[in-house]
């Protein structure tokens, strides 16, 4: 079984070397393919997803990516290889879990479409920019059904079985009053779940002032894209959140982090988020024990107070590795 592995930019190597690591000791009977993509491959050859980066993936069972590394500018030719890696793939559910003291939520985040179309143009004038937002009825029920199906499985575990549905339909009438009535529809077919609608801006208040009302939260992926950055705040941090991309029969798992540049080559990264990807990805194939021995790791770590600068702690990402690695060694 073939594990497509995505270092990318800045820290993503950092981490996903830990995470390789972790990963070969858990389960030694994967291989691991390595492939490129971002901002360092386009700038050597002109694509930041080259076509051998596309085949290993899609031979793959599962990819690991790291963190890529996008400018914040025009760049011909240049598109965010994970949003393309999404899209190509039709990975079109980003399940992104906060756990932290009195808080377990998840924020399910559609993953195809929305602002991230990647329809965008200038006016000829040049005075003009237009981004064209695609909801449309299929994607908008399927994320529903996944978020849905995800508060059922929950409510077995002694969560509340609530479904927060985010949009902003009072001002995008027509493309989140699509995604909105959609909603409602899914709903109907799971009488057992409570639902309730937030708007956009008042769940970002609320996620960050109240986060343990919620349960699992449902929306378009803009919006997803920053409630889950407000949400990783009450489980330790960017340094710490995973995320699973999932499609019909295939799984990309990213920590919700970026390429952080402002840190990369200090050696000080934090590598939990990718090692909790490692964790998804044991449990996505069907591997509890080895996810929980590493998700123990993880803990015991932490709780022995060896950390990186970001969750408090003055450990270097090596260190921090070396002791998760160490408890592996020890049965559990
Ligand atoms: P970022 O997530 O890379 O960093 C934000 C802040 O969090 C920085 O201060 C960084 O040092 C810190 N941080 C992030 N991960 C950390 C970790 N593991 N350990 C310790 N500190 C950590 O977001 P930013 O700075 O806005 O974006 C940097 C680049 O990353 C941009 O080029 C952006 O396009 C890209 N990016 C890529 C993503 C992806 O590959 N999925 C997601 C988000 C951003
Ligand atoms: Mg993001």
Redesign the pocket.
Known sequence: MNICVIP?D???PE?MAVATDALRRLAPDLTLVEAEAGWGVFQRTGTALPETTLAIARQATAILFG??????YPVPGYR?P?VELRRTLDLYANIRPTTGPGVDLVIVRENTEDLYSGRERLEDDGNTAIAERVITRNASARIVRTACELARTRQTTGHPGKVTIVHKANVLRVSDGLFRTVAFEIAADYPELSFEERLVDVAAMQLAAQPQRFDVIVTTNLFGDILSDIACIHGGG??VAASSNLGQDRALF??V???????AGRG????T?ALNCVVMLLDWLNRPQAADHLQRAIAAVATAGIC?P?VGGEATTREVADAILEQLTIQP
């Open positions: 990318g800045g820290i993503g981490v963190a890529v590394a996008s400018p914040s965010s994970i960017l340094g990213e920590p982090h970026g390429a952080a540049p402002d840190i000080i990264a934090n590598p988020a990186t970001d």
